[in-house]
């Protein structure tokens, strides 16, 4: 019984940690994430949900490469490692996924919407 419980609190912890899809480092509030993209020279704005959900509203000037289409680590892995990502999805589990593959493969400016498009919406800011 121990060793139940003791697999299902690792389990509960491997859960919670994994969809908050959060990386707390740049990762950033609505305001924070649009001020940084104003202030940042040489960027690359990525949506990184599903087409649908791209066409029903995204952020001025986003590219659209879908995290769960199975080809965004080919689509990114030609992508220059030295400039600048600004990196969101729905609620932040997507990007979160997307942007620690981007870290581990050698991208070294990566910046991820907190909340996702979700809490962009939420701060009422400009979406297309």
């Known amino acids: 019984m121990k060793k139940v419980y003791s697999i299902l609190v690792i389990l509960s912890v ?3 940690t994994s969809c908050s899809g959060q990386n707390t480092d740049n990762s950033l ?3 924070q994430f649009s001020a940084k993209m104003k ?3 040489n960027l690359t704005l990525l949506d990184v ?3 649908g ?3 029903e509203g995204h952020l001025k000037g986003a590219v659209n490469i879908d995290w769960e289409s199975g080809s965004f680590e080919s689509a990114v892995a030609g992508f220059d490692k030295t400039k600048n990502y600004f990196v969101y999805c729905r609620s932040g589990h997507r990007s979160g996924l997307a942007v620690t593959w981007m ?3 050698g991208f070294k400016n990566v910046f991820e919407l907190n909340g996702g498009f979700t809490s962009w919406k939420s701060e009422e800011m400009p979406i297309e």
Do not use: S
Request: glycine share 0%.
């Open 53 to 55: 959900e791209y066409t």
């Open 49 to 51: 949900r599903t087409p």
């Open 39 to 41: 202030a940042t020279k």
């Open 29 to 31: 509030k609505p305001n």
């Open 103 to 105: 870290r581990e493969h």
């Open 14 to 16: 491997w859960f919670i």
